[in-house]
T-cell receptor, first 113, second 113 residues
Framework: SQQGEEDPQALSIQEGENATMNCSYK?????LQWYRQNSGRGLVHLIL?????REKHSGRLRVTLDTSKKSSSLLITASRAADTASYFC?????????????FGQGTILTVHP | EAQVTQNPRYLITVTGKKLTVTCSQN?????MSWYRQDPGLGLRQIYY???????DKGDVPEGYKVSRKEKRNFPLILESPSPNQTSLYFC????????????FGPGTRLTVL
């Protein structure tokens, strides 16, 4: 079964609004990453948060991590039409499996101009 | 330019006809992975490799083979493709260490008739 589960599955907002996507996972992790995918293309890394971090910012992105609840959220502020894409969380497990990432099913974000 | 390349980008084949999808990265990364992406299932890891001649199964390895004879290349082999392997395939690479982003190739859309 998938490690990460994202919520909502789809989100539709107007340009300028904030978009919040949530990710829950099941097992212990050493990091959680968010990726973006434009339709049918490869994924692009957005931000990584380590298991000992609670919040991280990058430009208009804000990620939080609550390891006690096994959940993370991605906030995109002041959204733009160009932010329209699918967003995936991915968890890196504890231990030494550095190359192994488990992805959630993704949230489809549509930003209307 | 740092990149991961995949070939072919599109492939239509028939059941049972062996095929290979190539993947190459120019970033001297140690770790490489193959994923498949299916609607409603997100990305699932097929195989990953920690270094030359070192590979391990991901979540859905059945029906696939990989090899890592050189650091830059990580081909995916389907010995006897079946229709349920119709999917969008992504190769990815990452530098060593626990906290590194994965760089994705552009994807290979495979259809098995």
């Amino acid at each position: 079964s998938q490690q990460g589960e994202e919520d909502p599955q789809a989100l539709s907002i107007q340009e300028g609004e904030n978009a919040t996507m949530n990710c829950s996972y099941k097992t212990s992790i050493n990091n959680l990453q968010w990726y973006r995918q434009n339709s049918g293309r490869g994924l692009v890394h957005l931000i990584l948060i380590r298991s000992n971090e609670r919040e991280k910012h990058s430009g208009r992105l804000r990620v939080t991590l609550d390891t006690s609840k096994k959940s993370s959220s991605l906030l995109i502020t002041a959204s733009r039409a160009a932010d329209t894409a699918s967003y995936f969380c991915a968890t890196g497990p504890g231990g030494t499996s550095y190359g192994k990432l488990t992805f959630g099913q993704g949230t489809i974000l549509t930003v209307h101009p | 330019e740092a990149q991961v390349t995949q070939n072919p980008r599109y492939l239509i084949t028939v059941t049972g006809k062996k095929l290979t999808v190539t993947c190459s990265q120019n970033m001297n990364h140690e770790y490489m992975s193959w994923y498949r992406q299916d609607p409603g299932l997100g990305l699932r890891q097929i195989y990953y490799s920690m270094n030359v001649e070192v590979t391990d199964k991901g979540d859905v390895p059945e029906g696939y083979k990989v090899s890592r004879k050189e650091k830059r290349n990580f081909p995916l082999i389907l010995e006897s493709p079946s229709p349920n392997q119709t999917s969008l395939y992504f190769c990815a690479s990452t530098a060593g260490g626990r906290y590194n982003e994965q760089f994705f190739g552009p994807g290979t859309r495979l259809t098995v008739l």
